[in-house]
Each structure stands twice: as C-alpha cells, then as structure tokens.
C-alpha cells in the first residue's frame, strides 16, 4: 500500500488516482519492456527530502551552499554507476532519456552535423534522430535499418554510408530491437570515418548489469541509458563515457541544457545501482531473458510473426496484422484483459504510429514480480487465445479473470 496518509488528507481527488494507479498496477499483467517496479528502498529516496535542494553544480562545484550531504549523495551515485558498468566517467544527471540523448549531441556537434542511427521502424528510438523531434531541426539524422526477418545488422552497407555521410557520431541501440549488437564493428566505423561512437542501451542496462549481455561501456566512447527500465530505478538518464569526453558530456548537461538536477531521482539512483551490485540481481537479469525466450517462443509456436528472428534480451517485436488486427487494435483487446503491451511500428510498416502493425512485449516488470517460465507459458496462451478470438466477450471476461488472479498471486 502506498504511505498516503498526508495526500490523503489534503487531496483526496490525488490520493484516490493514485490508489486506483496502484489497484491498476497490482491487477495487471505489465509486459510493457520499458517498465519495472521499484523497491521501497528507491521509492522512500524519490520521496525524501533531497527534494527540497538546489544543487546547480556537480559535487565539491556548487553554486548553492548547504549542500554537503547532497555532494555525498551524487558521488556514491556516481562511484556505483563506474564500477558497476566499468566506465571511466559517469554523469548522472539527465532528468531523462531525452535531455540525455541532447546532451550527447549537444557535446560533440554543430548545427547541421550529422549522425548515423538505427531508423526508428528497425528498433531505434525518436531520440535517434525521428523528424518529429527537436534535434532532428537542428542536426542531420541518417539512419540504417537491420534485416526484419533476422535482426542482422550489415555491418558493410553501415561503414559505406558512414564513409558516404561523414556522421560527427555513430550511435547504436534501440527500443524495440530484441538482438545483440556488435559494438566492436559500431565502434570501428566511427573511429574509420572520425566520429565518436555512441550507444543507448536504455532497454538493457540492467541485462548488462546483471551480466547476460555484452557491456558496451569498454568499447564505445560514450554510453547513454535511462535508468527506470530494465536497471529498475527511478526515471532518469545517466551518461557513462571516456574520461577524455567528461568534460564536454559535464559541460553539456550542465550548465548546457538543464539547471538544478533532481536530487532525490539522483538519491534514488543511487539505491538502485546499490541493489543492481548485489548477486540477486544477476538471477533477476538471467530470468528476465529466460522468461522472454519462453514467452516468444509460446507466441512464435501459436503462429505469431515475431520480428528479428526472436530475442536476446528483455523483448519482443510482433506483427499482429496476420491475426486481422492491427497493433492499436491488439493492444486495446489485450488491455480489456488485464494485460498491458504497446502498439509499435514494425521494419518497413505500411501503416502509420498511432496505429501500427506490431505490438512490443518484455519481462523485466513481471520479472520482478516473481514471474517464471511457467508463467509466461500461460500469459502467452492467453494473449494468442484473445487475439484469436477478438469478438468472444466470455472468453475475453474468462481471461480477464485469471490474469488478475494470477497477477495479485505475484504482488510487487
Ligand atoms: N519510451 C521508452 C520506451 O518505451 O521504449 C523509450 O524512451
């Protein structure tokens, strides 16, 4: 339950949204791969007085006084984030994945420059360079795609449109792509053409963490990831790189692009990165991937179209157009069941956004929840009966039934 007791009292209309959001989320089946639960440890910090404070600045370089515990706070922030992922620096700063990603291009290019990104359709993110996006007013986006029916990247065609495009940066990773990425390749194409080579593995911070994927952080000059998804922190962002690109990562994100940093997130940060050290979390980080190979497996096997071949990580890529719907549609049905998804595009989709023809799955929240393979056996039969079955009420009031059933059984 959450300690509302205050809320409660003096605003009874927030106090009720917020226990019918908590309601809401201990009845659902969450497969949304860029949600987690917290613990109460990080929620308690998000909600302590380091809210309260002003910290312009980076730690022992403040331009407010007082903030000698907030100093002690961000460090330990920072010396976790380093050790934990092997980088040389790490600013952890970034109200969020966007500003973070702003940063980076705020650092290193000019207006106009250009970058080579993975297009949005193949797994990328709107931060990546999308139209619709402020930086794409500013700088010159190009992007490369990856086979839809494999996941491969070539390599050979991305190192002669870096050579044909000359980018400032070379940036891989992605939202909605479920296999590895072969960072020596990415950062070998930066380095030939000049380029500082970047990775945004916001998806699977926390698969790196717990050791089942490759670190990038070795590799690539600069690394990016917001730290609310599978790392199970806050919502927030966090920049790792090379010492030689500290100052200019620092200068960007203050006082380039923010002001005064959330302290309490960066509070909570560090709580997060404290449980992500322990050796719990390497089971966790092993049984999100078990669990998403067992889930696409369940929905592969059921006849779905599953994008990329499969999964390496936390999620999977789904065309649903062959079951007669379309993502929106498929998302609609399976939230009148208890089981929240997104719509997503899908490589070279015929449709448009806001009503695409894939849908996107993960596990790392119901991961958390205590979920195992036997689970998602059974959640995935669900997902394929309903979309099978798009206009059967009872059957749609029968799965309803068994999946909040099933989710109270594994509480956050
Ligand atoms: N919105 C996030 C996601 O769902 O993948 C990325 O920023």
Redesign the pocket.
């Known amino acids: 339950m959450i300690q509302s007791e205050h809320i409660q009292r003096q605003d009874p209309q927030i106090a009720e949204a917020l226990h019918n959001e908590e309601q809401r989320q201990r009845d659902t089946i969450e497969l949304?791969?860029?949600e987690n639960f917290v613990s109460l440890a990080v929620r308690e910090a998000l909600g302590s007085v380091a809210t309260n404070k002003y910290a312009e600045g980076y730690p022992g370089k403040r331009y407010y006084g007082g903030n000698q515990h907030i100093d002690i706070i961000e460090q330990l922030a920072i010396d976790r984030a380093k050790q934990l992922f092997g980088a040389e620096h790490a600013n952890v700063q970034p109200l969020s994945?966007a500003p973070m990603n702003l940063a980076v291009y705020a650092a290193f290019l000019q207006p106009g420059d250009t970058v080579l990104g993975m297009d949005l359709a193949h797994g990328g993110?709107l931060t990546h360079g999308h139209p619709v996006t402020f930086a794409a007013k500013v700088f010159r986006f190009v992007r490369y795609a990856c086979d839809p029916e494999t996941g491969a990247i070539d390599y050979d065609a991305v190192r002669e449109m870096a050579r044909r495009e000359k980018p400032k940066i070379v940036l891989c990773g992605f939202?909605?792509y479920s296999r590895e990425i072969d960072y020596e390749k990415f950062h070998a194409i930066a380095k030939e053409v000049g380029a500082v080579s970047m990775m945004d593995m916001?998806?699977i911070a926390g698969l790196v963490a717990g050791g089942v994927l490759k670190n990038p952080v070795p590799m690539m000059d600069i690394v990016t990831t917001?730290t609310h998804k599978s790392l199970r922190g806050p919502r927030g962002g966090m920049i790792l790189c090379k010492e030689e690109f500290a100052k200019a990562i620092d200068k960007a994100v203050f006082p380039g692009l923010q002001g005064g940093p959330h302290q309490n997130q960066i509070a909570a940060l560090a709580v997060a990165l404290g449980e992500a050290m322990q050796p719990e979390f390497k089971t966790y980080a092993q049984q999100v991937v078990a669990n998403a190979k067992v889930l696409c497996d369940v929905l592969h096997t059921g006849g779905m179209r599953i994008l990329f071949g499969g999964t390496d990580n936390h999620l999977i890529l789904a065309d649903v157009t062959p079951l007669g719907l379309s993502g929106r549609e498929a998302q609609e049905l399976l939230d009148s069941v208890s089981i929240t998804i997104?719509k997503n595009m899908i490589p070279l989709d015929p449709r448009k956004p806001m009503d695409p023809s894939g849908i996107r799955l993960g596990t790392p929240a119901m991961t958390t929840r205590g979920m195992k393979e036997e689970e998602m056996r059974v959640i995935g039969s669900a997902i394929l009966e309903v979309l099978r079955n798009p206009t059967d009420a009872t059957l749609h009031a029968k799965v309803r039934d068994e999946m909040i059933a099933l989710a109270r059984r594994f509480e956050a």
């Open positions: 949304i791969p860029s994945g993110h939202s909605a916001a998806h917001t997104n």
